[in-house]
């Protein structure tokens, strides 16, 4: 990408109504615009990062085995009502009438209609368990949104749902969610804790959420040590749940099972949610499987939530200085910067052209600034949007056969003899 062809509008100043630093970053870097209270539209560099948690996203629920499908954000009434959460859920649900007098509403989760859907075409054991899901849009009308994306009234979520025989069967499935949002979220390059969580209005009898660690998130967690420290490939979800995790207003200090010199606090972003509520509503909306001896009875179901776009602003509230974001390079929306700092000089023009067009030519997502303005605005726009490592090219360094390398995560500088450099990219690439 050329950024003289993107259409990447930074600005100086956030607005004085962005409180939280994600917030004023994503203004800040051109990534969203606000279009009414909670809802935004992603320009092109915001599109690239949600695009791309999303899609670590959906990897890692299809290497669980969950399938994916695609359910409307429009939703009629009808289901609503038969579960008993038309009423349930207030003003926060967005209601509206068709031209035919009908009650739709603007779903704020799925588990009414992807149960009405299970119930149509399975009613065996011999198809359990399974596990559905999409990645859509919801919209629930927050008394106050805030904080950006974090608390968005629309936004964007991943959601399944498991179907299972009984309750063991259904703590299995459970499981596997559990031990699939850790290498989600440790793949973003975060630190998941998870904890027992309240169940509100989904309901059920099992619930943990997710949060992340970032310095300036909104809750203050007390939890195992252990829990900072996990390996991706050998998690057991039942040894996890079994350390201890606390929100503030649940630690009790005096009652807390573990040492202090075991016990770690530190601030978290809820990013993920799951629940197992038995046969809360395959009972209310019919959905029976039939079993073993032949009997029908309700699926045991469990819903699972990871907000795609709140992720979005969490990351940079893990990750940012002073001067901009530091994206990680899983989720980064280009890897490589390549910043011309004289584009009217041949030299510089001609080598930036070389190292752009290999870049692309390999595959390797790459922006190159090749705008006309000034340089200061250059740097501090590309420390700004936090690509994680920058190729800059003076005139100066040219000459004497240098160019710069910067890695944002660390702000370390160093000079590479041109001929090296993309040898130098590629092996911290691959590392
Ligand atoms: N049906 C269940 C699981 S699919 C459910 O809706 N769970 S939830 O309410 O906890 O939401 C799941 C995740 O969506 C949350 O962990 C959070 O990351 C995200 N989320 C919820 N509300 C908002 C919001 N207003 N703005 C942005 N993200 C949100």
């Known amino acids: 990408m050329k950024y003289s062809n993107f259409f990447l509008p930074t600005v100086k100043d956030a607005p004085s109504d962005a409180e939280i630093i994600s917030h004023q970053l994503m203004i800040r870097a051109g990534m969203i615009k606000q279009s009414s209270a909670g809802i935004y539209s992603w320009l092109p560099l915001g599109l690239i990062v949600l695009k791309k948690i999303e899609q670590i996203v959906r990897e890692e629920q299809n290497n669980a085995g969950a399938i994916e499908l695609l359910m409307p954000t429009i939703q009629s009434s009808d289901l609503w009502i038969k579960s008993g959460r038309y009423d349930d859920y207030g003003k926060e649900m967005l209601r509206i009438t068709d031209r035919s007098g009908r009650e739709m509403l603007y779903g704020p989760t799925n588990e009414e209609l992807i149960t009405d859907i299970f119930k149509s075409h399975i009613n065996s054991y011999k198809d ?40 063991n069967s259904a703590k299995n499935s459970y499981d596997n969610m559990f031990k699939a949002y850790i290498k989600t979220f440790i793949r973003m390059g975060l630190t998941p804790i998870s904890l027992r969580a309240e169940t509100g209005p989904i309901g059920g009898s099992l619930s943990h959420e997710f949060q992340i660690l970032a310095k300036t998130g909104e809750s203050t967690l007390y939890y195992d040590k252990k829990l900072e420290t996990l390996n991706m490939n050998t998690i057991d979800p039942n040894e996890l749940q079994s350390f201890y995790a606390a929100v503030d207003d649940q630690h009790d200090e005096k009652n807390c099972p573990i040492s202090k010199d075991n016990l770690k606090i530190s601030k978290g972003i809820e990013v993920g949610h799951i629940f197992y509520f038995g046969t809360k509503y395959s009972e209310k909306l019919n959905a029976l499987v039939q079993d073993k001896k032949g009997k029908n009875i309700p699926v045991h179901m469990g819903s699972y939530g990871i907000g795609i776009s709140r992720l979005v602003g969490a990351l940079i509230e893990a990750y940012h200085d002073e001067k901009g974001i530091k994206w990680p390079l899983e989720v980064a929306p280009f890897k490589l910067s390549i ?75 160093e000079k590479i003899p041109i001929d090296n450099l993309i040898n130098f990219i590629n092996t911290i690439l691959t590392k």
Do not use: A
């Open 128 to 167: 359990l368990p399974k596990n559905l899901y999409h990645i859509q849009w919801k919209f629930r009308d927050e008394v106050r949104p805030r904080f950006g994306v974090m608390r968005g009234r629309e936004f964007l979520m991943k959601d399944n749902y498991s179907f299972d025989i009984d309750e």
């Open 339 to 413: 910043i011309n700092l004289m584009p009217e000089d041949q030299d510089c023009d001609t080598k930036s052209m070389e190292y752009y067009e290999y870049f692309m030519k390999n595959n390797i997502e790459v922006i190159l600034d090749d705008r006309n303005c000034s340089i200061g605005k250059k740097l501090s726009d590309n420390e700004l949007i936090g690509i994680p490592f920058q190729i800059i090219i003076g005139k100066r360094d040219l000459k004497d056969g240098l160019v710069e390398f910067k890695n944002r995560q660390t702000n370390i500088v």
